[in-house]
């Protein structure tokens, strides 16, 4: 059966492309031998560089499911997911993620995300992307009100 999830998120990816949507990318969201989501890269017809296969696939199978957790699910992707995709689905928390093209593959044909890589694996003073903490004066701090509110959805 997990064949045909891999075979069904790889004909996405190339319809994805026949049809000119987006990057060779599809993604499909798996539940209890049902699929409940799928998505593919459709950054550059949508102007959104958050929008690549397995992100789309997590919002599709949220909303199809009522839930922000994938817990019970699997995902299954054309490639071996990015650094953004990566945090993402561990965010969802699904229980196995499967992939068919490597990232090094995925490298060779112009989507090489070492760089992201290396930048994350470094502190956030010694990236190339200036990135400082800004402290200011304020009366409304989100973390505090959080950390008080006792009717909080906690993730």
Request: charged fraction near 25%; hydrophobic fraction near 35%.
């Amino acid at each position: 059966m997990k064949e045909e999830f891999m075979k069904f998120a790889l004909q996405i990816a190339y319809e994805n492309i026949e049809n000119k949507n987006g990057g060779p990318f599809g993604a499909v969201v798996v539940q209890d031998n049902k699929v409940v989501g799928k998505g593919t890269n459709v950054v550059t017809t949508t102007n959104d560089p958050s929008a690549h296969a397995e992100i789309s696939a997590i919002r599709d199978a949220c909303k199809n499911l009522n839930d922000y957790q994938l817990t019970n699910c699997e995902i299954y992707t054309s490639c071996e997911p990015c650094p953004m995709c990566l945090g993402a689905i561990y965010w969802a928390r699904p229980k196995a993620v499967y992939y068919f093209n490597t990232r090094e593959e995925a490298a060779k044909i112009g989507f090489d995300d070492q760089y992201i890589y290396d930048q994350i694996a470094l502190n956030a003073e010694e990236r190339n992307l200036y990135m400082r903490q800004m402290n200011i004066n304020s009366n409304k701090l989100p973390f505090q009100l959080w950390e008080m509110t006792t009717d909080k959805v906690e993730y």
